[in-house]
């Protein structure tokens, strides 16, 4: 298995309180994402990385921020926890080859209950 | 922008029955082509992988071929076991569609597949 650790794995949070997911990996890819997983929509991508300090948003951003301060983790934080933002987050990681990707390896996922 | 299309679910099967999941995609370049499997309280796993036009992808009964004519790339395996009950998911990665090398990676939503003994 794919060495990537997601932390917490369930929190519940009270609404307007920060909260932050650690996404931990030892297999020094270059990507890493932070999706999040809702009935009826799939993947949501919220935000990724290319690099230390390079990041980038996605579709859902509204409302959450990430760091990479270095390779092996990527932080997501809600900085005022909506109960919209109740759902499964997954952190997944990946590396270029040619013109593509490999796969993409994922987190067993947090799920995050804001009440 | 690129999108993944796919069958919506439940799909409900019998055990040995034939499965199909579509999978239809939109994207600006030529984009390397994913399944992933999700089985219950797990994070997504890769299934099978097409790259270029006409490749086969397969593992553990489960086959699809990257169909650049028809933008298609649909799951099929002959017999479905019970432990096959998941959650399906198409998924593309497009080189053309990244700045930066900002590789994304775009996912279908996800078709869930339940298998009765």
């Known amino acids: 298995d794919a060495g990537i650790t997601q932390s917490p794995r369930h929190k519940v949070t009270e609404t307007g309180t920060p909260v932050t997911l650690r996404c931990h990996q030892t297999e020094n890819h270059r990507y890493m994402y932070w999706y999040r997983q809702d009935p009826g929509h799939g993947l949501r991508l919220i935000h990724y990385?290319?690099?230390?300090?390079?990041?980038d948003k996605g579709e859902v951003s509204d409302g959450y921020s990430v760091s990479r301060s270095k390779t092996e983790d990527f932080l997501l934080t809600l900085e005022s926890a909506t109960s919209s933002q109740t759902s499964v987050y997954f952190c997944?990681?990946?590396?270029?080859?040619?013109?593509?990707?490999?796969?993409?390896?994922f987190g067993q996922g947090t799920r995050l209950t804001v009440v | 922008g690129d999108s993944v299309t796919q069958m919506e679910g439940p799909v409900t099967l019998s055990e040995e029955a034939f499965l199909t999941i579509n999978c239809t995609y939109t994207?600006?370049?030529?984009?390397?082509l994913f399944w992933y499997v999700q089985y219950p309280g797990e994070g997504l796993q890769l299934l099978l992988k097409?790259?270029?036009?006409?490749d086969k992808g397969s593992n553990k009964g489960f086959e699809a071929t990257y169909r650049k004519e028809t933008t298609s790339f649909h799951l099929e395996k002959g017999s479905v076991q019970v432990s096959d009950s998941a959650v399906y998911f198409c998924?593309?990665?497009?080189?053309?569609?990244?700045?930066?090398?900002?590789?994304?990676?775009?996912f279908g939503k996800g078709t869930k597949l339940s298998v009765i003994p």
């Open positions: 994207a600006t370049g030529y984009p390397s």
């Open positions: 097409a790259t270029k036009a006409d």
């Open positions: 998924a593309l990665s497009d080189p053309l569609n990244s700045g930066a090398g900002s590789y994304q990676l775009t």
């Open positions: 990385s290319y690099g230390v300090k390079d990041t």
């Open positions: 997944a990681i990946s590396e270029s080859v040619g013109q593509g990707l490999t796969e993409a390896f």
